[in-house]
């Protein structure tokens, strides 16, 4: 199991009035931390009504290995400087405006030249490892993912050329993207999210994807990989030039209980998936990607966007284990219109959860040891 969930998971326990201390029953516990959790969704869905058991299982077995017993910190106000000079000039609705706001960096040159180079046929695996070797930050992360308990090789893989092999040319372009994206607004954190919990979030997502991808059977699985890492780059976005705006949703979400979606149109006038879209055009990635993120919340708006729908469920599913968090911790009800959830089995879910909370720490460790990230 992951040690990543338990402290996270044991906090938001904590919030639900473990006043009194570590006294009360282990399984009452968990359930109510976890019916917390889905409020919002309930858990009628018979999907959702597995996550919300498995969960509960989760937290109970890591009370019980005794995770410690920390309040949460609560969300600091915002600075009254913060609040003024990011609500300067910002109209709700205005897309470009807000993304030329975010000031993203260009995608690396490296990333560029591994997509230019798998556009070409069969690029030998030296070549690429060439163009992996300029960046050491992503030769370093490549290394440490092959050599980890994800690929099992008993002898250790030291060239890069061999990683590049053993891994796969597909992952090692999402690894290139996802030590990129993770080192984003490291400078800038922005307020509102806690940086960490935020990437936490995005790669158990992103992790999550892949696994329901490789268990459906799909091609590619690397995709669902990035459309899970980048789904809610929009958010970490509007909670970087928006904050004000970004607080005023969750406080929507928290005391009317609307949706994320719906208080998100009430205050912005865009959903964070509409932002993460327009950025991931300025970076002309592809548009598979770009309506993966755009509906992830809504995929039933995009029906051919098989990505969009797979990270709407992994989605879910991390926020059900309270696996990182991005300021919302409610699991969203599921987009039910969406008819292809229906050829979602609660087998291939219930697999790709106990892979998600065995894998999560591994891959943010990877991902993080390339960006600096992690503390
Ligand atoms: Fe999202
Ligand atoms: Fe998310």
Redesign the pocket.
């Known amino acids: 199991m992951s040690d990543i969930l338990p402290g996270v998971a044991v906090s938001q326990a904590m919030g639900l009035g473990m006043q009194g201390g570590c006294d009360r029953d282990v399984q009452e516990i968990a359930e109510e931390a976890v019916a917390r959790r889905f409020r919002l969704s309930g858990a009628a869905h018979p999907l959702l009504a597995l996550l919300r058991r498995r969960a509960v299982e989760a937290l109970a077995q890591s009370l019980r290995a005794g995770a410690s017993c920390e309040l949460p910190a609560p969300r600091m106000p915002l600075p009254p400087e913060v609040i003024h000079e990011a609500n300067s000039g910002l109209v709700p609705g205005d897309l470009d405006g807000l993304a030329e706001r975010a000031r993203l960096p260009a995608l690396p040159q490296v990333f560029l030249e591994l997509q230019h180079a798998m556009e070409r046929e069969e690029p030998s695996y030296e070549e690429l490892a060439a163009i992996i070797s300029k960046d050491p930050r992503l030769a370093a992360s490549l290394l440490r993912l092959v050599n980890g308990p994800l690929f099992g090789f008993r002898a250790p893989v030291e060239t890069v050329s061999r990683a590049v092999a053993a891994a796969g040319t597909r992952r090692v372009t999402s690894l290139a993207l996802g030590t990129f994206v993770l080192g984003l607004f490291r400078e800038r954190p922005p307020h509102v999210v806690n940086l960490h919990d935020f990437w936490l ?2 790669v158990a ?1 992103a992790l999550m994807a892949r696994v329901l991808a490789t268990r459906m059977g799909r091609d590619d699985p690397e995709r669902y990989f990035v459309a899970g890492l980048l ?2 780059i929009g ?1 970490l976005a509007i909670c970087a030039v928006w904050p004000a705006g970004a607080e005023r949703v969750l406080d929507r979400c928290r005391d009317l209980g609307q949706t994320l979606t719906e208080a998100e149109r009430a205050e912005l006038g865009m959903t964070h998936g509409e932002m993460g879209a327009a950025l991931l055009r300025r970076w002309n990635l592809p548009s598979v990607l770009v309506d993966a993120v755009q509906a ?1 919340h809504a995929p039933s708006e995009a029906p051919a966007s098989d990505e969009a729908l797979l990270v709407h469920l992994a ?1 879910e599913a ?2 059900a284990f309270g696996i990182g968090g ?1 300021g919302d911790d409610c699991v969203q009800p599921l987009d039910t219109d969406a008819t292809g959830l229906r050829s979602i089995s609660a087998h291939d879910l219930d697999a790709a959860c106990a892979a998600l909370l065995e894998g999560v720490d591994e891959m943010y460790a990877v991902l993080g040891a390339g960006s600096g990230v992690r503390p």
């Open positions: 979030h995005s997502t789904h809610d958010w992830h989605d991390v926020k991005t």
